[in-house]
């Protein structure tokens, strides 16, 4: 199934114990429909306060129900802050994570005069006009393939950090700056550490130069802050 996300009051997508979570409210709505015991496969997980538009998961049910009504039933059950958009049939060996071949994400920063109010939580303010075009010059030293640890928030990280970047996109419309990364996969934090990066590049604190530099150091430190979880949000996933 596909689903939406307001992510601010959330810690994440992962069901963590005593904390409230995307994957077991979901996982709660489907219990109160079927009566099963379930846990979602997920194409990734969303940090804490971060939103998502098409979140893919799957999970295994034995009900009679059709998908149009297990989709009614959980938008039933679910609070205001999450909507499934659409649930299918899929073949018994999908799965939303292993079978996932690209991710975009969208970061939303606004550097305008006058903040807008009405979806202030969706985007960062800044006091200072972005230089787009040095942000755009800097954001083609992370495209491609490269070991990403500069920009992974996981420290203890034994994985591989090597990963694709096949496109990053930077547009500003009307005082808001788009910055939409598309890749084949993403570290803990990364999208949030290259927008923060990428923002101290349009603000004049870092040069665009610097990104391959950082790039090539493999060291958190020396990247940019990572940048606010309530401008970032998971637009697609493909398979």
């Known amino acids: ?34 009566g099963e015991d379930v846990e979602l ?12 538009r098409a979140m893919i998961a799957n999970v295994r049910l034995e009900t009679p129900l059709s998908v149009e009504e297990i989709r009614d039933y959980m938008n039933r059950y679910l609070p205001d802050d999450i909507a499934v958009l659409e649930v299918r049939e899929a073949s018994e060996r999908f799965h939303a994570r292993y079978k996932a071949v ?38 083609m030293y992370l495209e491609g393939k490269h ?19 096949d496109t990053i996109q930077i547009q500003r ?6 910055l939409t990364f598309h890749g084949t996969g993403f570290l803990q934090n990364m999208v949030r ?15 665009a130069e610097e990104v ?3 790039l090539e150091a493999c060291d958190r430190k020396v990247a940019g802050p990572t940048a606010p979880a309530k401008g970032l949000c998971l637009i697609q996933v493909d398979y």
């Open 1 to 34: 199934f596909r689903s939406e996300y307001d992510g601010k009051d959330f810690n994440g997508w992962q069901k963590q114990p005593n904390k409230l979570n995307i994957q077991g409210t979901i996982e709660q709505a489907i219990k109160s429909i079927t």
């Open 41 to 52: 496969n997920a194409s990734g997980r969303t940090d804490a306060g971060v939103h998502a």
């Open 102 to 139: 690209g991710k975009t994400y969208r970061y939303t920063c606004f550097d305008g005069p006058v903040k807008p109010v009405f979806d202030r939580k969706y985007y960062t303010a800044l006091d200072q006009e972005l230089d787009v075009e040095a942000m755009q010059k800097a954001a």
């Open 147 to 165: 070991d990403y640890k500069s920009f992974c928030g996981n420290s203890r990280m034994k994985k591989s950090t090597v990963r694709i970047v």
């Open 173 to 178: 419309r009307k005082g808001y700056v788009y």
């Open 193 to 207: 550490i290259m927008a923060g990066t990428l923002m101290e590049v349009g603000l004049g604190r870092m040069q």
């Open 212 to 214: 391959q530099d950082i």
